[in-house]
């Protein structure tokens, strides 16, 4: 019998397949004590452990490319992290295995991280996969991961972990379900990147039993279970249409009345170019620097390879927008140059510009680098500094950028509230604001993105988010100044109308979510989204925004 159940929908899309369950995780192992003179044995076999796994990670990277690779690397960081090895070292000294040894320990960080209530985005899962795959291969066990299967399924998993999503074969994953997660974890990010239908924070997903038909709709958060003929047939027919329309938009973004809003992509190399390109996006409105920083957590890479890196890029967008975001270092992105190993809570610490401000060499190069990249091209470059709060910092990094005798417009990240509270006077120092929903909604909710039970609170539908967005689009609109959405919330193609009716000026997503906006917004005029816009900051819930706006849009 068809049932119907609701998670959050966070990749666009239709599924239809039998449920494969994830491989189970890796089982505890047993806690029995070694004799002192084995505790150098053991210790050699965890370290070789952590290395091969690190290694193995860093190789699913380099297949995967573009914003898969930064994050596959930063869990490569996490299994050689000085400090959990220590500690591994120390337990089998005491006499615990190898395995008991890294399980342990593991366990121990992350009930730290947990407990200090860190916004460390895709942490605490990440955590757990990279303990997983280090314990597995102790044991001499399969590692978790994908089932195997020579049909098309909807894979099931409590979460899934980057390394397992960045190279999930979209020919035979028609779309994936978790019960932990939410909008903007890396798992979500991906699924997007992917093109896969994705509903995550779908309480008791792995219930569903193996070989069961379901139907998944990433746009509306609905799983319908042994869907009946007619359900069937009533989403196929949907998908066609969407699929149509989105074949017939084309061109640069703009409502139907010819209100402009630029669509550009969120990259995370020049890898992701590629996508960005073919999807009709018409710049660049958040490329991540952070692949070059990650590749080697001793030292920063050199400014010739910062050129050649960031010139690919701007090649791709000849007359284009392209907007570089400086190193946002720090938190759930730790370099052992930069960022310092004892903070209680980094995300609430030194991370991001105030990182940079620490290293204005590291700043100074990179500046200096981006300044010889767009030498002679007609490129329109812009570059942002993330985690802004407030005048200062703004003023800090406009000066830096001047000094480096960078040609480009300056602009500051709006990812926490006081500087989307007081954004008309940051922009007496800088030249744009590109809005951070992801960061802007955890430090808005104190909402951890990656946890499922607070996914509510990540919702980019949230009128208290809606209504630091429209003040800081109407200071910079009083300042005759440009402010626009890199977040994800600029994927959701509904949302994407709110967007544009609260004063947004141009929006930035993952390249795969391109045609599905674009289409969106042709549909609607602006007075429309103006009005979809008011009623959503009117609710009183995320619910009863998305509820609000989509009655408006739909002429109800």
Same mark, same amino acid.
């Given at each position: 019998?068809?049932?119907?159940?609701?998670?959050?929908?966070?990749?666009?899309?239709?599924?239809?397949?039998?449920?494969?369950?994830?491989g189970?995780?890796?089982?505890?192992?047993?806690?029995?004590?070694?004799?002192?003179?084995?505790?150098?044995?053991?210790?050699?076999?965890?370290?070789?452990?952590?290395?091969?796994v690190?290694?193995?990670l860093?190789?699913?990277?380099?297949?995967?490319?573009?914003?898969a690779?930064?994050?596959?690397?930063?869990?490569a960081?996490?299994?050689?992290?000085?400090?959990?090895?220590?500690?591994?070292?120390?337990?089998?000294?005491?006499?615990s295995?190898?395995?008991?040894?890294?399980?342990?320990?593991?366990?121990?960080?992350?009930?730290? @991280?947990? +407990? $200090? &209530?860190?916004?460390?985005? #895709?942490? /605490?899962?990440?955590? *757990?996969?990279?303990?997983?795959? =280090?314990?597995?291969?102790?044991?001499?066990?399969?590692?978790?991961?994908?089932?195997?299967?020579?049909?098309?399924?909807?894979?099931?998993?409590?979460?899934?972990?980057?390394?397992?999503?960045?190279?999930?074969?979209?020919?035979?994953?028609?779309?994936?379900?978790?019960?932990?997660?939410?909008?903007?974890?890396?798992?979500?990010?991906?699924?997007?990147?992917?093109?896969?239908?994705?509903?995550?924070? @779908?309480? +008791? $997903? &792995?219930e569903?039993?193996? #070989?069961? /038909?379901?139907?998944? *709709?990433?746009?509306?958060?609905? =799983?319908?279970?042994?869907?009946?003929?007619?359900?069937?047939?009533?989403?196929?027919?949907?998908?066609?249409?969407?699929?149509?329309?989105?074949?017939?938009?084309?061109?640069?973004?703009?409502?139907?009345?010819?209100?402009?809003?630029?669509?550009?992509?969120?990259v995370?190399?020049?890898?992701?170019?590629?996508?960005?390109?073919?999807?009709?996006?018409?710049?660049?409105g958040?490329?991540?620097?952070?692949?070059l920083?990650?590749?080697?957590?001793?030292?920063?890479?050199?400014?010739?390879?910062?050129?050649?890196?960031?010139?690919?890029?701007?090649?791709?967008?000849?007359?284009?927008?392209?907007?570089?975001?400086?190193?946002?270092?720090?938190?759930?992105k730790?370099l052992?140059?930069?960022?310092?190993?004892?903070?209680?809570?980094?995300?609430?610490?030194?991370?991001?510009?105030?990182?940079?401000?620490?290293?204005?060499?590291?700043?100074?190069?990179?500046?200096?680098?981006?300044?010889?990249?767009?030498?002679?091209?007609?490129?329109?470059?812009?570059?942002?500094?993330?985690?802004?709060?407030?005048?200062?910092?703004?003023?800090?990094?406009?000066?830096?950028?001047?000094?480096?005798?960078?040609?480009?417009?300056?602009?500051?990240?709006?990812?926490?509230?006081?500087?989307?509270?007081?954004?008309?006077?940051?922009l007496?120092?800088v030249?744009?604001?590109?809005?951070?929903t992801?960061?802007?909604?955890?430090?808005?909710?104190?909402?951890?993105?990656?946890?499922?039970?607070?996914?509510?609170?990540?919702?980019?539908?949230?009128?208290?988010l809606?209504?630091?967005?429209?003040?800081?689009?109407?200071?910079?609109?009083?300042?005759?100044?440009?402010?626009?959405?890199?977040?994800?919330?600029?994927?959701?193609?509904?949302?994407?109308?709110?967007?544009?009716?609260l004063?947004?000026?141009?929006?930035?997503?993952?390249?795969?979510?391109?045609?599905?906006?674009?289409?969106?917004l042709?549909?609607?005029?602006?007075?429309?989204?103006?009005?979809?816009?008011?009623?959503?900051?009117?609710?009183?819930?995320a619910?009863?925004?998305?509820?609000?706006?989509?009655?408006?849009?739909?002429?109800?």
């Open positions: 019998m068809e049932t119907t159940l609701r998670g959050v929908g966070v990749s666009h899309g239709v599924a239809i397949g039998e449920v494969r369950h994830m189970t995780a890796v089982l505890e192992p047993p806690a029995k004590q070694i004799p002192a003179d084995e505790a150098e044995r053991e210790q050699g076999r965890a370290r070789q452990a952590v290395e091969a690190a290694a193995d860093i190789a699913r990277g380099n297949l995967a490319g573009g914003e690779q930064a994050v596959l690397e930063a869990q960081l996490m299994a050689q992290d000085p400090e959990l090895m220590a500690d591994v070292e120390r337990r089998i000294t005491v006499g295995t190898a395995e008991r040894g890294v399980y342990d320990a593991f366990a121990a960080y992350r009930a730290l @991280l947990a +407990g $200090a &209530g860190e916004y460390l985005a #895709g942490r /605490v899962a990440d955590l *757990d996969d990279v303990r997983n795959r =280090i314990v597995a291969r102790l044991l001499g066990v399969p590692m978790p991961g994908v089932p195997d299967s020579d049909e098309p399924y909807v894979l099931i998993a409590r979460d899934l972990a980057p390394a397992d999503t960045a190279l999930l074969d979209p020919t035979l994953v028609l779309g994936f379900v978790t019960e932990e997660g939410g909008p903007t974890s890396h798992s979500a990010i991906l699924a997007r990147a992917l093109g896969v239908p994705a509903v995550v924070a @779908l309480p +008791g $997903a &792995g569903l039993v193996e #070989g069961t /038909v379901i139907a998944v *709709d990433g746009s509306t958060g609905e =799983i319908f279970v042994e869907p009946s003929a007619e359900k069937r047939a009533e989403l196929e027919r949907a998908a066609a249409e969407r699929k149509a329309a989105l074949a017939a938009s084309s061109g640069p973004g703009a409502t139907s009345d010819g209100h402009k809003v630029p669509l550009l992509a969120n995370g190399g020049p890898g992701d170019v590629a996508a960005a390109v073919e999807a009709g996006a018409e710049g660049v958040l490329f991540r620097t952070e692949f920083f990650l590749d080697d957590s001793k030292q920063a890479p050199s400014e010739a390879k910062q050129v050649e890196a960031y010139r690919k890029v701007l090649e791709a967008f000849p007359e284009g927008r392209v907007v570089v975001r400086v190193l946002d270092a720090g938190a759930d730790p052992d140059f930069l960022t310092p190993a004892d903070e209680p809570n980094p995300a609430l610490g030194v991370r991001g510009l105030r990182t940079l401000l620490d290293h204005p060499d590291v700043l100074r190069t990179q500046l200096t680098a981006l300044a010889k990249a767009a030498e002679g091209l007609p490129v329109y470059l812009e570059v942002m500094a993330p985690m802004v709060a407030d005048r200062i910092d703004a003023k800090a990094f406009a000066d830096a950028c001047r000094e480096a005798g960078l040609r480009a417009k300056f602009g500051a990240m709006v990812e926490i509230p006081s500087a989307a509270l007081r954004a008309r006077s940051i007496q120092e030249e744009f604001l590109s809005l951070g992801n960061d802007l909604a955890q430090y808005t909710f104190a909402a951890d993105r990656q946890v499922g039970a607070v996914s509510r609170l990540q919702d980019p539908w949230q009128p208290a809606l209504d630091l967005v429209a003040a800081s689009a109407e200071a910079a609109k009083a300042e005759g100044k440009s402010c626009g959405v890199c977040g994800e919330a600029a994927s959701d193609p509904e949302l994407a109308c709110v967007l544009t009716g004063g947004v000026t141009s929006l930035s997503m993952g390249a795969a979510s391109i045609p599905y906006v674009r289409a969106t042709a549909k609607h005029t602006l007075a429309q989204c103006e009005r979809a816009a008011a009623a959503a900051r009117a609710a009183d819930t619910d009863d925004a998305r509820a609000a706006a989509r009655a408006v849009l739909s002429g109800e």
